[in-house]
C-alpha cells in the first residue's frame, strides 16, 4: 500500500523495445526526445545541436533524412552522437535502408507509405540485419485517404485503424521491435487517440502533440496532453514539439515527468509568485538561481520562499530551502533537509545557494557511487 495513494500512476504494461542502447516500454524510465533542426548533411552542425540536446538530457534525438545527402552523413552523424538517433524517414524507401545502414538505432517510417510489399520487406530487412527499431508515425493532419473518406475527419478511430494497418504490415513480416506515435495538434483528438491505441495494442506508445506551438503556448498544450495521458499510465517516450530552440523541448519535457513524480533530473526550484511581503527579490533570484544549477543533473529540491507564510512549509519537503525574512528585512533562514540551519544575509544568497546545491548534488552522487560498488 503507497504512502501517499493519490500520487500514484500506475504506467499501462507494454513490451520493451530497444532504441540502440536504450529501452522504451516495460519498466523503463520514460525517455526524452527531441529533433534537430539543423541541415542534417551540415554534419558538424547536426552533432553540435546532437551534443547539446543530450547535455540537456535527450536520451534519443531524432534526426532528418529528406535526402541521400544526409542518410550519407548519418553515418558521422551516428559516430559522434552520445545518444542513439532516430533517422525520420517520409515516403523513401531508399532512405530507410540507408539510415538502417548507417547506423540509426531507428527509423520513424510508416511502411504503408512506402510503396510495394517487396520494398517494404526490403526495409524491414535492412531494419533486422542492423539491430533497428521502427517509430510508426501517425499523424492526424496526414491520415489516408481512404480512411478519411472512411471516417470523414480526423478523428481518434481513423487514427488507430491507420497506426494499426501499419503494425500489422510489420507483425505480418515478423517485425515486433517497433513503438507508436498518434499525434495530432488538437489535444483532445490526441488524447483520445492514444487512449484508444492504448487498449488496441501491446507495443510502446511515443507521446506528443503535434505542431504545438511557440515555447509557451506549446509548453502548455504538451503538458495538458502528455501530462493527461502520462497521469493515465500512458507512455513509453515523449517528446514535446516546439517551434522554439528543440533544448526548450527537452527541458518542457523533463518538467512534465517532474510535475508527475515519473522522472527527476536536475534541481526542482519550488518558488512563490513574491508579493509584497517578500523579504527579497524572489523572481530575480529564481532566475539567476534556474541559469547557475542548469548544469546539476542529480535529482533534488530547492525551495526559495519570499517570506514565512510558506517558506518553513515548503522548505520542510525539500533538499535545502530559503525563506526571507519578511519585508525589509535583510537576511532570512536556510534549511538543510527540511530544518532551519543557519542565517544568510540576503546579499549572499545567491552564490551561498549554489554552493550548497552543488556541494549536495556531489554528496548524492558519492552516496550512489559507494551504494554502486556495495551491491557489486
Ligand atoms: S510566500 Fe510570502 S512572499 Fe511569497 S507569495 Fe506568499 S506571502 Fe508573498
Not at 543530450?54 to 558521422?76: F, M, N, Q, W, Y
Not at 552523424?77 to 531508399?94: N, T
Not at 508527475?260 to 534541481?267: E, I, M, N, S
Amino acid at each position: 500500500m503507497s504512502v501517499r495513494p493519490w500520487r500514484d500512476i500506475e504506467r499501462r504494461k507494454c513490451r520493451q523495445i530497444m532504441v540502440g542502447t536504450v529501452p522504451v516500454g516495460g519498466d523503463a524510465p520514460i525517455a526524452v526526445q527531441s529533433m534537430t533542426n539543423t541541415v542534417t548533411s551540415d554534419v558538424q552542425a547536426t552533432i553540435r545541436q546532437v551534443n547539446e540536446l543530450a547535455e540537456a538530457g535527450a536520451d534519443i534525438v531524432r534526426v532528418s533524412c529528406p535526402d541521400p545527402e544526409s542518410t550519407a552523413a548519418l553515418k558521422e552523424i551516428v559516430k559522434h552522437s552520445p545518444v542513439p538517433i532516430v533517422a525520420d524517414i517520409h515516403f523513401h524507401y531508399k532512405r530507410g535502408i540507408e539510415a538502417a545502414e548507417a547506423g540509426a538505432a531507428c527509423l520513424r517510417i510508416n511502411p504503408g507509405n512506402i510503396g510495394s510489399e517487396a520494398r517494404v520487406r526490403e526495409v524491414i530487412k535492412a531494419a533486422k540485419d542492423h539491430g533497428c527499431s521502427m517509430r510508426i508515425g501517425v499523424n492526424g493532419g496526414s491520415l489516408e485517404k481512404d480512411l478519411l473518406e472512411k471516417y470523414g475527419e480526423p478523428c481518434p478511430e481513423a487514427m488507430v485503424e491507420s497506426a494499426l494497418d501499419h503494425a500489422r504490415i510489420l507483425q505480418d513480416n515478423d517485425f515486433h521491435e517497433f513503438k507508436i506515435s498518434v499525434k495530432a495538434s488538437d489535444v483532445f483528438l490526441t488524447v483520445a487517440a492514444y487512449h484508444a491505441l492504448a487498449e488496441a495494442i501491446d507495443c510502446p506508445l511515443h507521446l506528443g502533440v503535434t505542431e504545438a506551438g511557440g515555447l509557451r503556448t506549446g509548453a502548455v498544450k504538451s503538458a495538458i496532453g502528455l501530462g493527461s495521458l502520462l497521469w493515465a499510465g500512458i507512455g513509453d517516450t515523449i517528446r514535446v514539439s516546439l517551434s522554439a530552440d528543440p533544448v526548450e523541448e527537452v527541458k518542457v519535457g523533463y518538467d512534465i515527468l517532474k510535475s508527475l513524480g515519473l522522472r527527476h533530473r536536475g534541481v526542482n526550484v519550488i518558488s512563490c509568485p513574491s508579493c509584497a511581503r517578500q523579504g527579497f527579490n524572489v523572481i530575480e533570484t529564481v532566475e539567476k538561481l534556474e541559469k547557475r544549477l542548469a548544469h546539476v543533473t542529480t535529482p533534488m529540491t530547492l525551495s526559495v520562499i519570499g517570506c514565512v507564510v510558506n517558506g518553513p512549509g515548503e522548505a520542510r519537503e525539500t533538499d535545502i530551502g530559503f525563506t526571507g525574512g519578511g519585508a525589509g528585512k535583510e537576511h532570512g533562514m536556510v534549511y538543510i533537509n527540511g530544518s532551519p540551519d543557519h542565517r544568510l544575509d540576503n546579499d549572499r544568497l545567491v552564490d551561498h545557494l549554489v554552493e550548497l546545491v552543488e556541494k549536495r548534488a556531489a554528496e548524492i552522487k558519492a552516496e550512489e557511487e559507494r551504494a554502486a560498488v556495495a551491491a557489486e
